[in-house]
Structures are given as structure tokens and as C-alpha cells.
């Protein structure tokens, strides 16, 4: 299994409820028609939390994304096709930058 992690930042102009609400209701819908998807997260900031002991990094974040494939090659598949097309389009419209991670998972709890 791949997971894409992607850091969204909105585009400047738009608050934080118009990417939020954009993302969610007319966004996240066209993922379903993506074939070789097969698990699509939307993490939604609501909220951040600083450690005394650790600075902070100078990332701001309106939201993550995470996109589960079965395999690099279900990705590029997937990426190659008309509905991913129509996908990254309605980003550009709200998407100010992005950082994306190809990640693969350990999982620690439960084990």
C-alpha cells in the first residue's frame, strides 16, 4: 500500500472556510470517480499546538490530504487518467501551494 500525504495551503484572497468548504463539497466528490483510489482523507486544521521544548516550524497548513493506492504502480495509473485530470484542475482553483510526500506507513499502535 503508497499513501500520498499532501500539505494544502489556500490560495491567497480565499479565507480558511472557503478552502475548507470548496475542498469538502465540490473537491472531495470528484475523488470518487478517480479509479485506484482506494482510501481518500481530508485532515481539516481546526487548531494548532506548540511545545515549549521544540521550536516550531514556519509551515502554514489549511489542511492535509492523503490518498491510498495499492501500489506506485496503481498511482501512476491513476494519474494518468481523465478524472485525475479533472481532480488537480479544481485544486489549481483553490490551492495556493502544496507540499506532497509519497509515504510509506509503520504502524506502531495496535500491534
Known sequence: MIKML???????????????KHWYEIHGPLAHAV??????????????RSRPDIPDTDVEVDGIAELWYDDMA???????????KRLTDDGALFIGRIKSYVIEERQIIPK
Request: glycine share 10%; no cysteine; charged share 25%.
Open 74 to 84: 496503481g498511482f501512476e495509473r491513476a494519474a494518468a487518467t481523465p478524472e485525475m
Open 6 to 20: 499532501a500539505l494544502l495551503t489556500r490560495k491567497e484572497g480565499i479565507t480558511h472556510e472557503e478552502f475548507v
Open 35 to 48: 479509479p485506484g483510489i482506494r482510501r481518500y482523507v481530508q485532515s481539516h486544521i481546526i487548531g494548532s
